[in-house]
């Protein structure tokens, strides 16, 4: 059976679609899969088994993005069944133009609870199917770091409302740094902020530090994570690479909304986050100019949280 599937464009999203995929192999364990979406997307989960080709969606390129698309349907064949799991008019246009005998478009308003359980609905409803609460699922190797790790993220690429402060997640860095190596993370665009965090670091004579910011491919990013002895993260894409693999974990949630995109089934997970008015507003930078939500937030507190983690595994 031949599956289409479009991804959610961010990597926290589409980790999060990876219940609700594997949901749909334990009723068609034979699907040969073709993926679709942002190269961030593709490749996060282009490792899977049942995945044979991955298209990345170039069509913002395109002097038409309709076009663009319209082509690349009549260049795939016939599918058995196309979803996307994305709700945009475009991704609507799409599927339309491809050649496939079912085709389902998710609805972002239509279901209910976490993002896992709303993109898990969606196959559910779409296909008739019974579907289970998996867990998320990558199939990268988890690096071999030699000595325990802890991973520091102070990036978020939806925008700098959702950033904890470079200070702060020094003073944690800082903190285990006799006992734990420190890894920082973030993307091309978040550079700086990583850069600040290891100059602090310089700063308390701190060496045993790796800057992977900008470093990394999105394969290797998800093998470092997987490798973490500890992790203190903001909610982004890398705070769902953790959850797949159950890596021990301080959530960091400002302006978002944790009950729909916390740490899905990571056990291992703790959510940090004030209850504020103003919170959570999704918004991409903090519109009355206070980071209340974040600033508020202590060093202390993530220490706090990570030594407890570490009581229970004594």
Known sequence: MRLFIELPTWLGDAIMTTPAIENIIEHYPNADITLFGSFVSTEALKSHPNVSHCIVDESKKAFSRFYWLYTLAHTLGAFDIAISFRSSLVSSFLLRCLDAKKKFHYQKNVFAGHQVEKYTQFIAKSLHVKTKALPL????????????????????????????????????????????????????????????????????????????????????????????????????????????????????FGPTRYKETSPWQNPNSTILSH????????????????????????????????????????
């Open 275 to 314: 209850d504020l008015v103003c919170a959570p507003c999704m918004k991409r930078e903090c519109p009355i100019k206070t980071h209340a939500c974040m600033r508020g937030i202590k060093a202390e507190e993530v220490i706090l949280r990570l030594e407890h983690h570490l009581s229970l595994d004594r």
């Open 137 to 252: 699922k990558l199939y990268q190797t988890p690096f071999h770091f030699e000595r325990p790790t802890l991973g520091i993220n102070p990036g978020a690429t939806y925008g700098s409302a959702k950033r904890w402060y470079p200070e702060e997640f020094a003073k944690v860095a800082i903190h285990f740094a006799d006992r734990y190596d420190i890894v920082i993370f973030g993307g091309p665009n978040e550079m700086d902020i990583a850069q600040e965090v290891e100059e602090q670091l310089k700063k308390s004579k701190i060496t045993n530090v790796t800057n992977l910011a900008g470093k990394t491919t999105i394969q290797a990013l998800i093998q470092t994570i997987a490798g973490l002895s500890l992790f203190v993260t903001n909610d982004s894409g890398p705070m769902h690479v953790a959850a797949a693999y159950q890596i021990p974990t301080v959530a960091l």
